[in-house]
């Protein structure tokens, strides 16, 4: 099995920045995409960012000139630089891989259990 765990979340205040990091452990034989989703409570899980293993990202329009992903392939895990931080992104930030356990496996979805992220005006 393969484990996703999050860490870096608090509390900040407005204008403030985060490190999210997230790290993969397990029977890992690659995972292609990492990415970072967020929630609250009533509302639907929204992707934050996305990172492949060559690198080439996507963000959220809302994430974008703020938050920045990266990885580290060798370590199996993915960051996510949070700067200028808003009220309105506080959520629960959850980790989420592609990938899978062997070259005969077929891909699947990780998750983490996630970690929360409270900005305060």
């Known amino acids: 099995q393969v484990q996703l765990v999050e860490s870096g979340g608090g509390l900040v205040q407005a204008g403030g920045s985060l490190r999210l990091s997230c790290a993969a452990s397990?029977?890992?034989?690659?995972?292609?995409?990492m990415d970072w989703y967020r929630q609250v409570p009533g509302n639907q899980r929204e992707l934050v960012a996305k990172?492949?293993?060559?690198?080439?990202?996507n963000y959220a329009d809302t994430a974008k000139g703020r938050f920045t992903i990266s990885r580290d392939n060798a370590k199996n895990t993915v960051y996510l630089q949070m700067n200028s931080l808003k009220p309105d992104d506080t959520a629960v930030y959850l980790c989420?891989?592609?990938?899978?356990?062997?070259?005969?496996?077929?891909?699947?979805?990780?998750w983490g259990q996630g970690t929360q992220v409270t900005v305060s005006s």
């Open positions: 989420h891989g592609i990938g899978r356990e062997s070259v005969w496996a077929r891909y699947r979805d990780y």
């Open positions: 397990g029977s890992i034989f690659s995972i292609n995409i």
């Open positions: 990172i492949t293993s060559g690198g080439s990202t």
